[in-house]
């Protein structure tokens, strides 16, 4: 499922219509129609159904659906929010006909919002992606009218007021139960502070030509196909050797767990053989229940690993670096000479993120795929930013980071962000509340590890692995345990339930 901002959504309109010869008025009936029938299963016809109509295309939208409704007997009235003369290009023309077939509609006054209180259920069709800047007067009114109420408000392709985009904080919006969005997703359905706006969301399809998508944007949600089509399978003949052989450095006498889950995880998750570098005490104390891992010993001072032992990191598949190794500064000469020296993958992740800031520069001249891992506050130190300019645009900050520096970045949060150093994203839509707990990063730097060691494009083994992540939480929780209760290492035993699903 792609992805789109407002203007990747117009070019894509502008293909379907010049290039492919799609008629507007047409996209207009199928995005009318195909939203009516959403909201015609979820709805009664004894209830009174207020849409609120705009000027431009969204507007459109809202005098198919009315018609088409309307013809099957719901009781539907339109609201017009602009005047007449307002209307334009395609939503004439179905305003139009939704009058010749006798369609009750009225102008908003911009006073009193009769009709939306009269209503049992609202349907938003007042802007689109069309929106420019906060909400004018009356709509700001009426919108705020419209949030004060209790009743289902269903807004068509994006609640009115809110940025399709990324970058505005500023902005009055419906605040919808249930948006029904057209052609693709935009980018505010996915950031922390706009997505709550659509409510529960559902995209519709009205015929837009694939190739007009992939012409257009880089960027998808990667769903359960995506994970069947590239899942690594498993060869009669195959042996240890061949589902890759991982080393995990981290850990400190404070924080032996970290590494423990990483290790864990990437057997669960299907590595050959797995190798964990740390203290002589950390090994201690998680080796009896780290069994089918081994382990190499490194040199310490007060318990945290230095570079005196030198790893050896020619022998691996890949690298997992960081979870636990705590921050002091003679750990970040380790670091950086891991990442210089190692001629595999590695997945920079926690404590790994503040050693390796000060040698980013570096990780541009290394000729095996690196891949971070950071959460909003990893990101916002990595660039020296504010926690907030990142949540705000996380795509574009991802996006510019990772083609920088050449790495695969996972910007992690409710929908993480992928991206690749060419820039694509994904987002990956799996995972609940339950994950925000100590310990939920280290189990997925684990799941990624054994991904990319298993025969898969880089991409998509990054992809994979914050699915099946992000999926054993969500089994868990439907069937096991609660938000609450979730722990990290349910989550890597939960990594079998999603196996038996997806192979
Ligand atoms: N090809 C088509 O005909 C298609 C159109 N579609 C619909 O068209 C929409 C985009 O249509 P448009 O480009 O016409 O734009 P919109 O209809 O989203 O918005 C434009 C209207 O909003 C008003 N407006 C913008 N900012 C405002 C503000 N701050 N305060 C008050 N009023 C403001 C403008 O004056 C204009 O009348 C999509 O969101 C979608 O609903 C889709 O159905 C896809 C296909
Ligand atoms: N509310 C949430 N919804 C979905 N996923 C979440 C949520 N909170 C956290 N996660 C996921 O949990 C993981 C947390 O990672 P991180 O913050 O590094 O944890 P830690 O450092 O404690 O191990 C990430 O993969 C993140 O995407
Ligand atoms: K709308």
Redesign the pocket.
């Known amino acids: 499922m792609f992805i789109v901002t407002?203007k990747e959504?117009?070019d894509i309109?502008k293909f379907?219509?010049q290039e492919i010869g799609?008629d507007?008025?047409l996209?207009?009936e199928?995005?009318?129609r195909a939203v009516a029938e959403k909201i015609t299963a979820m709805s009664s016809k004894q209830e009174k159904i207020c849409v609120l109509a705009?000027?431009?295309?969204?507007?459109?939208?809202g005098f198919v659906i009315a018609r088409t409704m309307m013809d099957q007997g719901y009781h539907i009235h339109v609201l017009q929010v602009?005047p007449d003369s307002?209307?334009?290009?395609?939503?004439s023309f179905h305003k139009r006909i939704y009058e010749n077939c006798g369609g009750s509609l009225s102008l908003f006054d911009g006073i009193d919002g009769t009709e939306v209180l009269d209503a049992d259920i609202i349907i938003d069709?007042?802007?689109?992606?069309?929106?420019?800047?906060?909400?004018?007067?009356p709509?700001?009114s009426l919108v705020s009218l419209i949030n004060q109420q209790t009743k289902k408000v269903i807004s068509?392709?994006?609640p009115?007021?809110l940025p399709?985009d990324e970058g505005t904080v500023e902005f009055s919006a419906v605040e919808a139960t249930y948006t029904f969005i057209?052609?693709a997703p935009?980018i505010s359905a996915f950031l922390n502070h706009t997505s709550p706006y659509y409510g529960t969301w559902e995209l519709v399809s009205?015929g837009?030509p694939k190739k007009a998508f992939q012409l257009s944007t880089s960027k998808s949600i990667w769903n359960e196909t995506n994970v069947r089509d590239c899942f690594p399978g498993r060869k009669p003949d195959d042996h240890k050797g061949t589902h890759g052989k991982g080393l995990v450095i981290g850990g400190c006498t404070e924080m032996p767990g970290a590494l423990s889950m990483t290790l864990k995880a990437a057997l669960r998750a299907g590595a050959g053989l797995i190798t964990g570098a740390t203290s002589e005490h950390v090994i201690n104390r998680i080796a009896s229940t780290n069994v089918e891992a081994t382990y190499a010993v490194l040199s310490t001072t007060d318990g945290f690993i230095n570079n005196d032992s030198k790893v050896n990191v020619q022998d691996y598949d890949a690298i997992a670096l960081g979870m636990g190794m705590g921050r002091k500064a003679f750990t970040s000469e380790l670091v950086r000479d891991v990442v210089s020296e190692a001629n595999c993958p590695i997945i920079i992740d926690g404590d790994g993120l503040h050693h390796i800031q000060p040698y980013l520069t570096s990780l541009k001249r290394r000729k095996s795929p690196t891949i971070m891992t950071p959460h909003p506050r990893e990101m916002a130190m990595l660039l020296g930013a504010n926690v907030n300019e990142i949540l705000v645009e996380p795509f574009r900050y991802a996006s510019e980071f990772a083609r920088k520096f050449d790495v695969y970045l996972v910007l992690k949060g409710m929908y993480s962000i992928i991206t690749s150093p060419e820039g694509k994203q994904s987002v990956n839509m799996t995972g609940n509340p339950g994950l925000a707990k100590g310990g939920s990063g280290d189990v997925l730097t684990g799941i990624i590890l054994a991904m990319i060691m298993q025969r898969q494009d880089m991409f998509d083994a990054i992809c994979n692995a914050c699915y099946v992540h992000g999926k054993s939480a969500d089994l868990l929780i439907k069937h096991q345990h609660s938000h609450h209760d979730l722990l990290a290492s349910d989550v890597i035993d939960g990594i079998a339930n999603v196996y038996r699903t997806i192979s």
Do not use: F, H, P
């Not at 705009?54 to 939208?61: F, L, P």
């Not at 307002?86 to 939503?91: F, H, L, S, V, Y």
């Open positions: 407002a959504m117009y309109d379907a219509m799609l507007g008025k996209l207009m199928n995005a009318g705009g000027a431009g295309n969204n507007g459109g939208d602009v307002k209307i334009r290009g395609d939503a069709a007042m802007i689109g992606i069309g929106v420019k800047g906060e909400l004018r007067e709509l700001l068509v392709d994006v009115s007021g399709a057209i052609g935009k009205i837009l």
